[in-house]
């Protein structure tokens, strides 16, 4: 069969390298992807992720199977709707469904109506109130716009000004648009994050190994918050009790929660959750694979993703196989400046030559048959080994002989594993 992504980034190269490894796929196309994924023979498909209209009749035209949405934008566009609607099987959420992801104080309301643990928080739409209420909790304490922010949406505000200042940014200044107008304030849990990802189809879930992301820009979880700059799987400072009790109050309630309020939700669900001493708790609800995480889950996924797809399209039963032994990391290397303003035009150093690791291209474009930076994160370097230090050792002797002026990369993605040895 032929299958088709939808999106751009590093994601969306790991699903479709992955699709295309199966031997149930004869081609996979990507829309509009982008110049690196060639190198996997993935075929690109001039339509941004925007043109249903456009997407639709590629789809009819090329007699593709299914389409497989990466990004969370047109999830909430609709996209999943509008292909339903013409008879076209698409793998992901409804636009009713992906509010789990769309809005912060929904996911918020689903989590209070389910009984599923997550921090205390207040939402607010004006500045005085969200101020009193940070004044009144005092700090640590955590802004976070309400819509979407391409992950960047978070403060981790360590004193009131820096909150009060959070606060101001998104209600005031209006840093993140739209999805700033409203704030969601709540209390600073303290633990270890691990992302928790599931096939879902409608109340059946299909729990992933677990992974963890590195939010912040700079080595020892410093700087901002970013859309990840690396992750690892799997965590063993996280016990398999935990990942359990995870699947049972957070991922299923939820999902059946979704159906009771009239939005059943049908694609990948994705718990950022934090480690306490009271059991697990919600950071967010994705409604889509996570970027950087989806880079080194999938590498450990045995079965054959284009028939997972299938068998949840088709409404047939599922079975997941994992590769038990070894570690899978993956180090992101982006622009100068990110998160922020960014510096494009970053010759990408050739990789054609190292076997140990795989490249997962994002942010990049082709200029005079070269690659070049285009955006933020631009590539993610993955390798596994049967340690962390072995797969540490294999990207970053790698890295260190590349030419990666212009970019930079944290050096201790995975470290926090090694503390527990």
């Not at 829309?31 to 043109?51: F, H, Q, S």
């Not at 969370?72 to 469904?97: C, H, M, R, S, Y």
């Not at 997550?118 to 802004?143: H, L, N």
């Not at 050739?350 to 200029?367: K, L, N, Q």
């Amino acid at each position: 069969m032929k299958c088709l992504v939808i999106g751009s980034g590093g994601r969306e190269h790991a699903i479709s390298k992955k699709l295309a490894a199966s031997p149930l796929v004869e081609a996979v196309y990507c829309a509009p992807g982008n110049a690196g994924m060639k190198k996997d023979g993935i075929r690109l498909v001039n339509l941004a992720e925007t043109e249903h209209e456009g997407l639709i009749e590629f789809v009819r035209s090329e007699g593709i199977a299914w389409t497989f949405v990466g990004p969370e934008i047109p999830l909430l566009n609709g996209i999943v709707d509008d292909f339903q609607a013409e008879g076209l099987a698409i793998f992901g959420p409804t636009k009713a469904a992906a509010l789990i992801e769309g809005s912060k104080s929904f996911a918020k309301e689903l989590m209070a109506r389910q009984g599923i643990p997550t921090a205390e928080s207040q939402t607010f739409s004006r500045f005085a109130e969200a101020r009193k209420y940070i004044e009144a909790k005092g700090a640590p304490i955590v802004i976070k716009a309400d819509g979407l922010a391409a992950g960047k949406g978070v403060v981790v505000a360590e004193t009131l000004e820096a909150a009060v200042e959070a606060a101001s940014e998104m209600l005031e200044h209006n840093r993140f648009g739209a999805s700033g107008q409203q704030i969601v304030v709540e209390e600073f849990l303290s633990g270890e994050e691990f992302s928790l990802l599931a096939f879902v189809r409608d109340t059946e879930v299909y729990p992933m190994v677990i992974s963890q992301d590195h939010k912040r820009a700079y080595n020892g979880d410093r700087g901002p918050n970013t859309g990840g700059m690396g992750a690892y799987t799997p965590v063993p400072q996280i016990p398999q009790t935990m990942v359990d009790q995870a699947v049972e109050e957070v991922l299923k309630p939820a999902v059946r929660g979704m159906k009771e309020l009239g939005r059943p939700f049908t694609g990948i669900l994705y718990a950022g959750l934090i480690a306490t001493a009271e059991g697990p708790k919600v950071i967010e609800f994705n409604a889509r694979f996570g970027d950087p995480e989806t880079q080194v889950v999938l590498p450990r996924l045995k079965s054959d993703l284009a028939e997972i797809i299938d068998r949840l399209l088709s409404g047939k039963a599922v079975e997941l196989s994992w590769e038990s032994e070894g570690f899978c990391l993956g180090v992101v290397v982006a622009a100068e400046g990110y998160p922020e303003n960014y510096q494009k035009g970053a010759l990408l150093p050739d990789f054609s030559t190292d076997p140990d690791v795989s490249i997962y291209y994002a942010g990049v474009e082709e200029r005079a048959e070269e690659l070049v930076g285009a955006g933020g994160r631009i590539y993610l370097v993955e390798a596994s080994g049967q340690t962390i230090e072995e797969a540490q050792e294999k990207i970053y002797s790698v890295l260190k002989v590349k030419n990666t002026d212009h970019t930079f990369y944290r050096t201790d993605v995975g470290s926090k594993a090694l503390v527990q040895k």
